[in-house]
């Protein structure tokens, strides 16, 4: 049981350049998340899925999209990289929703030069 | 939407010392309290949490104390340990804005337990 995994680790990127931030559960949660979190302002929501087909906005979701097509893999896509997108993105996943307890990744630190 | 207030910013205590850290929410609507251990360079986890209809709440070193009046929740770590020494983050959530699916994030606490 692997919880919920995060690739890459590490990425740079330059700005106007794209990528896709992967995440995969395999403890069959309904719900999964997208945080970013900058030094000193704790986790922002970017996007959240309450299941497979259904995705929506968070706290700062201008600059990312999502997709759920199955339980497991929940990736975040960023467009047009820009430099305010430099942060460390978690993902998390939970059962049952906000009161219950959310597993994160390990975390994907990205830098936009 | 919901609005989570965390004090203070920086903690520094001794080696067996008590440390307090205090949270305010907005939503009197929320309904679960949980808080995060963050270590550097590590994930969030999940070391304790409170619903609405319990006022306190105690796990060894650990107790999370709940005022729904007052719209106030605090961690309480006893006994405080070098171990013990990370970036700690309140939360609140089942708010009637949040659609009872998200979580909102205080800023953090990072502590600092000095030998």
């Known amino acids: 049981n692997a919880g919920v995994t995060q690739t890459p680790k590490f990425r740079i990127l330059k700005i106007g350049q794209s990528m896709t931030l992967q995440c995969t559960q395999d403890?069959?949660?309904?719900?999964m998340y997208w945080y970013r979190q900058d030094p000193g302002m704790g986790l922002k929501l970017i996007y959240y899925?309450?299941?497979?087909?259904?995705?929506d906005k968070g706290e700062v979701p201008n600059g990312y999209n999502v997709s759920r097509s199955t339980t497991e893999d929940f990736p975040l896509r960023l467009e047009l990289a820009a430099p305010s997108q430099t942060s460390v993105y978690f993902c998390?996943?939970?059962?049952?929703?906000?009161?219950?307890?959310?597993?994160f990744g390990p975390g994907t630190r990205l830098t936009v030069l | 939407g919901e609005n989570v207030e965390q004090h203070p910013s920086t903690l520094s205590v001794q080696e067996g010392d008590s440390a307090v850290i205090k949270c305010t929410y907005s939503?009197?609507?929320?309904?679960?309290f949980p808080w995060y251990k963050q270590e550097l360079g590590k994930r969030p986890q999940l070391i304790i949490d409170?619903?609405?209809?319990?006022g306190e709440k105690k796990d060894q070193r650990i107790a999370v104390t709940l005022n729904k009046t007052a719209k106030h929740f605090s961690l309480h770590i006893t006994e405080t340990q070098p171990e013990d020494s990370a970036v700690y983050f309140c939360?609140?959530?089942?708010?009637?804005?949040?659609?009872?699916?998200?979580?909102?994030f205080g800023k953090g606490t990072m502590l600092l337990v000095s030998p």
């Open positions: 403890m069959n949660h309904n719900y």
């Open positions: 939503d009197s609507a929320s309904n679960y």
């Open positions: 409170i619903r609405s209809n319990v």
């Open positions: 998390a996943s939970s059962y049952s929703g906000a009161g219950d307890e959310q597993f």
């Open positions: 939360a609140a959530a089942g708010g009637l804005n949040s659609g009872y699916s998200t979580l909102t």
């Open positions: 899925s309450v299941g497979a087909g259904i995705t």
